[in-house]
């Protein structure tokens, strides 16, 4: 059995570990990806419009001067036989709360080679929810 006073130094000195830290832990919530509507009449294959829980930042080329912007809207797209390349491919593209491309430079997540929209979400940190 330990003395009061050695186990007052060991509190002291966390318990005896060489090191300690002091950590506060935060319950975060997952990043969401709501469906909002189904927007595939206006591009080749399969495009979807989703609300994001968070916003992603995007950089705005239309102009002269590019800036940077943020949305919480994404439209995403697949195709299974693109035309540059002539393998499958989905691209995630920063839009409005209607479905308008904000920019047609594609988001980080983006990727070839698959058709999976909750996998290309996945890649930015956001789960679809059914």
């Known amino acids: 059995m330990l003395e009061k006073k050695e186990l007052k130094t060991l509190k002291k000195s966390c318990y005896g570990a060489p090191f300690c830290y002091n950590v506060t832990m935060t319950k975060t919530k997952p990043n ?13 294959g399969n ?3 989703y ?4 916003p992603v ?9 590019p800036r940077k912007r943020q949305t919480k809207f994404v ?17 995630i593209f920063p839009a409005d709360a209607k479905g308008k491309i904000q920019s047609w430079h594609e988001l980080k997540g983006s990727s070839k ?3 999976s929209h909750d996998v ?3 890649l930015i940190g956001f789960n679809l929810v059914k």
């Open 32 to 44: 969401t990806a709501e469906l909002i509507k189904d927007v595939s009449a206006d591009f080749r």
């Open 47 to 49: 495009a979807k419009l």
């Open 51 to 54: 609300k994001l829980s968070s």
């Open 57 to 65: 930042r995007y950089e705005d080329t239309n102009r002269e001067t």
């Open 75 to 91: 439209v995403v797209s697949s195709v299974d036989m693109a035309l540059d390349h002539g393998g499958s491919e989905t691209f």
């Open 113 to 115: 080679g698959n058709l």
């Open 120 to 122: 290309v979400l996945g």
